[in-house]
């Protein structure tokens, strides 16, 4: 199992209020990840970070927004939740260099009603 | 954008049996990794092989590429009920250094 854990791992939440999906991990990775995944489908890179105060946006257009203030702590949050916000996410990390195994969490499931 | 598909999107298999699943991409690669995802949970990283590789294994599982046919298999041998997931490949091929994940392949294993 790896040292990275997501908070809540379940959420139902209402239209419009503003929600933020915990993400740590304790092995001193640099590299950090959001990804979105619907039921049964790929994952869609949405945010990424390689370090401290480094944060670009991934292949998927999204409302969300991220921070890294320190290494352990990856946090995502969405401002205004939608129903099109509905989705599982998943948080994971590399430590730096290429071809590496990315961890995962156990990953936030969000329901917005 | 997505560069991985998998073949087939679903197999359903005896236990005991091998099952064996397809990955292809489309541009020239360094590696390419299998993930297991149980429902509901994170991924879980299974086996890399690089792209001077053509075969390796690990435990009931083995892992070839064909980089000539930008293809790759993961075989499952004697396959047992707590082998159901899905199986993703993904590669490392983007200069920005992401992986890039296939659509994944749902594994049911029947008793």
């Known amino acids: 199992e790896a040292d990275i854990y997501q908070t809540p791992r379940y959420l139902v939440i209402g239209t419009g209020k503003k929600i933020t999906l915990e993400c740590s991990q304790t092995?001193?990775?640099?590299?950090m990840y959001w990804y979105q995944q619907d039921p049964g489908m790929e994952l869609h890179l949405i945010h990424y970070?390689?370090?401290?105060?480094?944060?670009e946006k991934g292949d998927l257009s999204s409302e969300s927004t991220v921070s890294r203030i320190r290494t352990e702590h990856f946090p995502l949050t969405l401002e205004s939740a939608r129903p099109s916000h509905t989705s599982q996410y998943l948080c994971?990390?590399?430590?730096?260099?290429?071809?590496?195994?990315?961890?995962f969490g156990p990953g936030t499931r969000l329901l917005v009603l | 954008s997505q560069q991985g598909e998998e073949d087939p999107q679903a197999l359903s298999i005896q236990e005991g049996e091998n099952a064996t699943m397809n990955c292809s991409y489309k541009?020239?690669?360094?590696?390419l990794q299998w993930y297991r995802q149980n429902s509901g949970r994170g991924l879980v990283h299974l086996i890399l092989?690089?792209?001077n590789e053509r075969e390796k294994h690990s435990g009931r599982l083995r892992v070839t590429l064909d980089t000539s046919k930008k293809s790759s298999s993961l075989l499952i041998t004697a396959s047992r009920a707590a082998d159901t997931a899905s199986y993703f490949c993904?590669?490392?091929?983007?200069?920005?250094?992401?992986?890039?994940w296939g659509a994944g392949t749902k594994l049911i294993i029947k008793p």
């Open positions: 994971a990390s590399t430590p730096q260099g290429r071809g590496v195994t990315q961890y």
């Open positions: 092995m001193g990775h640099d590299k």
């Open positions: 970070s390689y370090g401290v105060n480094s944060t």
């Open positions: 541009t020239s690669i360094n590696n």
């Open positions: 092989i690089r792209s």
């Open positions: 993904a590669t490392d091929a983007d200069s920005n250094y992401q992986l890039i």
